[in-house]
């Protein structure tokens, strides 16, 4: 085992101090030097008790308690990562693992998948967990009238049923990835109303905390659930909606707030040098784009759009911006750490000549678009918004630069109108993230993109199990959203925030912000 593994495990307590000692001593340290590190970690051990603040850059007055309605982290946060949980839900490694399912198993070539579940779980009322409620809780997403985001990954499963201990989902096609699925954040397990629906409306769930309060876009207060079936430590938890990075930062440094996230990168140096808080920086799946409805001119000419992909100094915008943190994008969603990401050719950096040659080829000389954007999308929206209109004039293309209220933003402009900003968490696999984002049927689907071969490559993708030919399929359809999306994909950052020293935490989930959303039931007092 490698050190800084052993010293972690006994700082969260889970290494006696003898265990310790021998894995220190096995990996060649000196003894003394050993008893001076268990100290250490044996201070920085979890402790039971106290209030976890946790100050947010996103929330709105307009969320509710209905997971088919979560856009951000806020209630990500919230309704899923604090209050409830899932079947499913994926690790430090990005590896799916059982939550509320015990354990899972997929037969008929992946187009079957058993979940068995944990025994005695019991909902924030004390009513004990059943398959009726896990249907009820699924099919809230499912079906005609739904307009859940997860909508469309629910459209392959034909059937959902109780089978003794196990809730049997039954598929259209194969696919190894649907375990992956069911660990969303849209889809805690909720209580079966008797008329089969599910309760959302209560906030009461099986999750770590229970509700006590629930301001929408300003505050959630909750406490400890004394009957959780797994580890946590806080007696209270806040969950704050403060949108501007500086009051987020104040709040931190005034010691009004334990935790934020979206730390403002021009603030990142006098974050490091405060004696009394850590940062953090993490690399995910999420990611920042520009996306374009290719239904409404000029987005509707391929060449217009690929135009405004070359118009666009990406690395520009991350060195001025985000300090440099960051990878540039290349119009290809998927992020390079996940299995089957490929880096389509040609790579889209800026060449404002390249960009004017499409736009002649469109039969344009100039282009005038407006960008609708606010920091509520991701932090230094605004300014990023600039920069490429800086660029983009360099090419003959005037972007007017509209700023919209953050309040409502995902309501009233994202999806309303045709160019806007936009942030994606991303997920762990191809085709959760592909099908979710993109998919011709989904109510996520930014760019309003609906290419036939595209989907049919969807399809043909979850159901293969071949490695190599799932990879080249996954290949080309990464290729596709390059080449003919709506998407500018500006940057991949990565996670940077910052805490008190009086929590701390372990080895973070690097797949969504926020320690996987999963923070008030992972981190703990020192």
């Not at 307009?62 to 994926?90: E, I, K, Q, R, S």
């Not at 660990?183 to 999750?207: C, F, N, Q, V």
């Not at 909750?222 to 938890?237: A, H, I, M, Q, S």
Request: glycine share 8%.
């Amino acid at each position: 085992m490698k050190l800084d593994k052993v010293i972690q495990l006994a700082a969260q307590g889970r290494l006696s101090r003898r265990e310790f000692m021998q894995a220190c001593m096995a990996a060649g340290l000196p003894a003394a030097s050993a008893g001076t590190l268990f100290s250490s970690a044996a201070q920085a051990a979890p402790k039971k008790g106290g209030n976890f603040r946790i100050a947010l850059g996103h929330g709105s007055s307009t969320d509710t308690l209905d997971p088919a309605t979560y856009l951000d982290y806020y209630m990500g946060t919230v309704g899923w990562g604090t209050l409830g949980n899932g079947l499913t839900v994926f690790d430090e490694k990005g590896n799916v693992q059982p939550d509320l399912a015990e354990s899972f198993e997929g037969s008929d070539k992946a187009a079957k998948w058993a979940f068995k579940l944990r025994k005695g779980v019991e909902f924030h009322d004390g009513r004990t967990v059943s398959a009726e409620d896990v249907i009820a809780s699924i099919r809230h997403h499912m079906g005609e009238g739904s307009k859940s985001p997860v909508k469309a990954l629910l459209e392959q499963v034909t059937d959902i049923k109780a089978d003794g201990e196990q809730i049997v989902f039954q598929l259209r096609a194969g696919n190894a990835d649907f375990p992956y699925i069911l660990s969303d954040y849209h889809l805690p397990i909720m209580p079966a109303k008797p008329d089969g629906s599910a309760d959302w409306e209560s906030g009461i769930r099986t999750g770590a905390y229970q509700l006590v309060e629930y301001q929408p876009g300003v505050r959630t207060a909750l406490k400890r659930n004394p009957n959780y079936f797994g580890e946590t430590w806080f007696d209270t938890v806040e969950v704050l909606s403060i949108k501007d990075p500086t009051a987020r930062t104040n709040a931190l440094t005034s010691g009004e707030a334990d935790y934020i996230d979206r730390v403002d990168l021009k603030t990142l140096q006098f974050l490091q040098s405060d004696p009394n808080i850590e940062v953090d920086q993490v690399s995910g799946y999420g990611h920042y784009t520009f996306p374009m409805n290719v239904t409404v001119a000029p987005f509707d000419n391929p060449d217009v759009r690929n135009a405004m992909k070359y118009a666009i100094n990406r690395q520009e915008i991350i060195d001025k911006l985000f300090g440099g943190i960051g990878t540039p994008g290349n119009d290809n969603p998927i992020a390079a750490s996940i299995k089957y990401a490929v880096d389509p050719q040609p790579v889209h950096t800026y060449d404002p000549e390249m960009a004017r040659s499409l736009l002649k080829k469109a039969g344009l000389e100039s282009l005038k678009v407006d960008l609708s954007v606010s920091d509520a999308a991701f932090a230094e929206a605004v300014d990023a918004a600039l920069l490429f209109q800086a660029s983009a004039a360099k090419a003959g293309i005037e972007i007017n630069v509209v700023r919209e209220s953050s309040d409502g933003y995902w309501d009233n402009v994202w999806l309303k109108k045709p160019f806007v900003a936009s942030f994606w968490h991303g997920r762990p696999t191809v085709d959760w993230f592909l099908t979710y984002a993109y998919a011709a049927d989904s109510n996520q689907n930014e760019i309003f993109w609906k290419n036939p071969r595209f989907n049919e490559l969807l399809e043909a993708g979850r159901s293969e199990l071949d490695e190599a030919k799932r990879a080249a399929i996954y290949a080309e359809a990464q290729q596709l959203l390059h080449d003919d999306g709506g998407q500018i994909v500006i940057a991949f950052p990565k996670f940077v925030s910052a805490h008190s020293k009086r929590v701390s935490h372990g080895e973070l989930i690097p797949g969504w912000d926020v320690d996987g959303m999963k923070i008030a039931q992972r981190w703990w007092s020192t």
